[in-house]
């Protein structure tokens, strides 16, 4: 079974820009959290889409959204990017129930200039 | 705010020996814990999950949890090089949100 994939790997954007990530879950789950990692905070949750629902949401401003498609892949946007949004973004799929083991994707690198 | 503690580390552990790491967790309400492994450069991968109070062991690795000290553990084993990384400890808590700790970083000395 192929694991989840993201893309891009690395992106370069400037300040005040928009992207958009995303992320193709393991083939059968229905699950897709969304994660910023940095060396000062870590892994910080972002928010969980199940069925094209979010189900759980972070504690990030509202410049971060996502969303979910009927095949479950999903996409990460981040508008009016600022210098602190450089991080690893990492999207993680599990079948569906929140306690089941989530398999992370390789990540997309984004640095802000 | 619901808080995953890790020491950070760097623990230095001989090859051979038991690598013991920590974590502790602030939400009672919390019913799976999870351990992963991250190597420099990659994406977490996991190693242990555990939701029954006690042990569970798997190969090298024993995963201990106590709930009622709101605390779990992962020993490694026979420590390998291979074992040098960062182990992040990951719980989810009473509102399925999964929050992770900082990560110990494990070294591992030949």
């Known amino acids: 079974k192929a694991g989840v994939t993201q893309t891009p790997r690395y992106l370069i954007k400037t300040r005040g820009q928009q992207v958009t990530l995303s992320c193709s879950p393991i083939?059968?789950?229905?699950?897709v959290s969304w994660y910023q990692q940095t060396p000062g905070q870590g892994l910080q949750f972002l928010f969980e889409?199940?069925?094209?629902?979010?189900?759980n949401k972070g504690n990030f401003p509202g410049r971060f959204s996502g969303r979910q498609f009927s095949n479950s892949r999903s996409e990460m946007n981040v508008s009016t990017l600022e210098l602190g949004d450089s991080a690893l973004y990492l999207c993680?799929?599990?079948?569906?129930?929140?306690?089941?083991?989530?398999?992370f994707g390789p990540g997309t690198r984004l640095l802000v200039l | 705010q619901k808080e995953v503690e890790q020491n950070s580390g760097p623990l230095s552990v001989p090859e051979g020996a038991i690598a013991s790491l920590n974590c502790t967790y602030s939400?009672?309400?919390?019913?799976?814990f999870f351990w992963y492994r991250q190597y420099s450069g990659k994406s977490p991968e996991l190693i242990m999950f555990?939701?029954?109070?006690g042990d569970k062991e798997d190969g090298r690795f024993t995963a201990q949890l106590n709930k009622a000290s709101q605390y779990v553990s992962l020993l490694i084993r026979d420590s390998q090089p291979s074992d040098s990384a960062t182990y992040l400890c990951?719980?989810?808590?009473?509102?399925?949100?999964?929050?992770f700790g900082k990560g110990t970083r494990l070294h591992i000395l030949p």
């Open positions: 990951a719980v989810n808590d009473r509102d399925d949100k999964i929050i």
């Open positions: 993680a799929s599990s079948l569906g129930r929140t306690e089941e083991t989530q398999y």
């Open positions: 889409y199940f069925s094209e629902t979010q189900r």
């Open positions: 083939s059968g789950h229905r699950s």
């Open positions: 555990i939701y029954s109070n």
């Open positions: 939400d009672r309400g919390s019913q799976s």
